[in-house]
């Protein structure tokens, strides 16, 4: 009871943080889905609630995910109604089950750190350049859209030189002062504060936000938030209209190709970016606690088949939300559901209240959420790993910020491969030179790949030289550099080289 209630008192103002950052992406991402907005708050109550009870991870939070939002759109213009794209995701939320049961979470084991660590920065970098425009109150692309190229064929620099001429002072003035408030409550005095640190910097930053725009709205001021800049929640005036924003998939549809063919895209793309949230929210963890991903695939199966009963949009492990939640200090899901049952609470009893909060004030919150996750000091960590840690890091970063983010992932992880495979390369033949006496080692996997320089190095050799070929920590050596070993200590006499060859007992290294 004691360690419950010790949890609660971190939990719970994380919890508020996320419920702040996970409103506008909820509504955002149902917009550039095409899909009705009520959509997107059940699925982030769901993924809260269901997704958070059942998952085995203590600090990921889930909910609808920008990822998906070009494969929803086109699932739902293509199907012949919403409803049925909700059968899709249902049938999705099973193939997923599926695949906890068939042990497939493993595949989150092979994204490297350095991969791992860039898909951080990029969504930091992300965060900060979408959310620029909404703090300045420029709303013209939807909250939680992270693709380059935007519906409004603007991309993410070109609307952030945009926004520049449609900047309000109004949203200004809230969005800077919720972001000063933020980096005061995130400071050393303010967390060394028994009371103070107890206050979610983010809930102080929206509130002052609400009462400075209804002081403007009293002055008459020309700085007065208009309404396509606030929150806006669905509101229903009576139960029946409330009942009517839930929508219910059409199993008569489920003999329909297209239907299985996009619960099966949505569950492959939504698995694997929870795969890689997860591994990115463990590598976060303060307590470098390891979730079980199979156990996590299974969650997001039975969240995906609640979500699309209830009329809700596909859910993922998302690390937006996540890293909010770490950042926050939450030591337990216990943040996870209670931002869930936030978001039912505020829908059911307090939506007006939540169309007040300006949304320059809730991009801060993001932004200052981005400036955590691509800190400088990660830069400098990975610099000084060397190079080839350092590369795929930028290269994940470059990738993800001009693509998205699994396409990024693909490229880093193609890029990492390449520099293991030149880091392997370079070290597998060492030269030593004392004179005229010449030493090759032969270390770990020699491969076909080091033919070349191998056999640049053995016909540049003068005449009169003594070479020692050491083999003995090598535990493969490729038939190909096999062959350039035998064939220049046959002909070596031709330029008077005398050519020693030390072998272990390996069957595969048929050295003369």
């Known amino acids: 009871m004691k360690k419950y209630k010790k949890n609660l008192q971190a939990d719970f103002p994380?919890?508020?943080?996320?419920?702040?950052?996970?409103?506008?992406?909820?509504?955002?991402?149902?917009?550039?889905?095409?899909?009705?907005?009520?959509?997107?708050?059940?699925?982030?109550?769901?993924?809260?609630?269901?997704?958070?009870?059942?998952?085995?991870s203590s600090l990921s939070v889930s909910g609808p995910a920008a990822g998906l939002i070009?494969?929803?759109?086109?699932?739902?213009?293509?199907?012949?109604?919403?409803?049925?794209?909700?059968?899709?995701?249902?049938?999705?939320?099973?193939?997923?089950?599926?695949?906890?049961?068939l042990k497939a979470g493993i595949l989150g084991d092979f994204v490297p750190n350095s991969v791992i660590k860039g898909m951080l920065a990029a969504i930091g970098i992300i965060l900060i350049?979408?959310?620029?425009?909404?703090?300045?109150?420029?709303?013209?692309?939807?909250?939680?859209d992270e693709t380059f190229i935007q519906p409004d064929n603007q991309n993410t620099f070109s609307e952030l030189l945009n926004s520049i001429n449609f900047e309000s002072w109004g949203p200004m003035i809230i969005g800077v002062l919720s972001l000063l408030i933020l980096v005061l409550f995130d400071s050393k005095s303010f967390k060394s504060n028994k009371v103070l640190k107890q206050v979610p910097g983010a809930?102080?930053?929206?509130?002052?936000?609400?009462?400075?725009?209804?002081?403007?709205?009293?002055?008459?001021?020309?700085?007065?938030?208009s309404p396509e800049h606030m929150v806006n929640l669905p509101i229903a005036r009576n139960t029946d209209e409330f009942l009517n924003f839930f929508s219910f998939p059409d199993i008569k549809q489920i003999t329909n190709p297209l239907v299985w063919k996009t619960a099966l895209t949505i569950a492959i793309v939504a698995s694997l970016e929870t795969l890689l949230s997860l591994e990115a929210i463990?590598?976060?963890?303060?307590?470098?606690?390891?979730?079980?991903t199979n156990t996590e695939l299974?969650?997001?199966?039975?969240?995906?088949?609640?979500?699309?009963?209830?009329?809700?949009?596909?859910?993922?492990?998302?690390?937006?939300?996540?890293?909010?939640?770490?950042?926050?200090?939450?030591?337990?899901?216990?943040?996870?559901?209670?931002?869930?049952?936030?978001?039912?609470?505020?829908?059911?009893?307090?939506?007006?209240?939540?169309?007040?909060?300006?949304?320059?004030?809730?991009?801060?919150?993001?932004?200052?959420?981005?400036?955590?996750?691509?800190?400088?000091?990660?830069?400098?960590?990975?610099?000084?790993?060397?190079?080839?840690?350092?590369?795929?890091?930028?290269?994940?970063?470059?990738?993800?910020?001009?693509?998205?983010?699994?396409?990024?992932?693909?490229?880093?992880?193609?890029?990492?491969?390449?520099s293991m495979v030149y880091s392997n390369f370079r070290s597998n033949i060492s030269v030593v030179i004392d004179n005229n006496n010449y030493l090759f080692r032969l270390k770990k996997d020699v491969s076909f790949l080091n033919k070349p320089s191998l056999k640049m190095k053995l016909e540049h050799l003068p005449e009169n030289a003594y070479v020692l070929i050491d083999a003995t920590q090598a535990d493969f050596i490729d038939n190909d550099v096999i062959d350039v070993i035998n064939e220049f200590k046959q002909h070596a006499g031709l330029k008077n080289i005398e050519v020693e060859i030390k072998k272990n007992n390996k069957k595969m290294h048929q050295l003369l």
């Not at 213009?77 to 049961?101: C, D, K, M, N, W």
């Not at 350049?129 to 939680?144: N, S, W």
């Not at 976060?284 to 079980?292: E, G, I, Y």
Request: charged share 10%; proline share 4%; with cysteine.
């Open 14 to 56: 994380a919890a508020i943080v996320v419920f702040l950052v996970a409103l506008p992406l909820c509504l955002g991402i149902a917009l550039g889905s095409k899909a009705p907005l009520f959509s997107g708050i059940i699925a982030g109550i769901v993924g809260g609630i269901v997704i958070g009870l059942l998952s085995g």
């Open 70 to 101: 070009s494969i929803v759109a086109s699932a739902i213009l293509q199907l012949p109604s919403f409803e049925t794209f909700l059968l899709a995701v249902v049938l999705a939320g099973f193939l997923q089950l599926i695949l906890g049961y």
């Open 129 to 144: 350049l979408k959310q620029i425009p909404h703090l300045i109150g420029y709303d013209a692309d939807f909250e939680g």
């Open 203 to 225: 809930l102080v930053a929206v509130i002052v936000g609400i009462l400075l725009n209804l002081f403007f709205n009293t002055l008459h001021s020309t700085l007065v938030i």
């Open 282 to 292: 463990d590598k976060m963890d303060p307590f470098k606690r390891v979730s079980p």
């Open 298 to 418: 299974k969650a997001q199966g039975v969240g995906n088949m609640i979500s699309g009963l209830l009329g809700g949009l596909p859910l993922t492990s998302v690390i937006v939300r996540s890293s909010a939640n770490i950042n926050a200090g939450a030591t337990s899901k216990t943040s996870a559901v209670l931002h869930g049952v936030l978001l039912l609470v505020a829908i059911l009893f307090i939506p007006q209240t939540l169309n007040l909060i300006p949304l320059s004030a809730l991009a801060a919150i993001l932004i200052y959420t981005g400036y955590k996750l691509a800190k400088i000091s990660l830069f400098k960590e990975f610099f000084g790993k060397g190079w080839n840690q350092f590369i795929p890091f930028v290269a994940t970063i470059i990738a993800i910020l001009f693509s998205d983010l699994l396409v990024g992932i693909l490229l880093g992880i193609i890029v990492s491969l390449l």
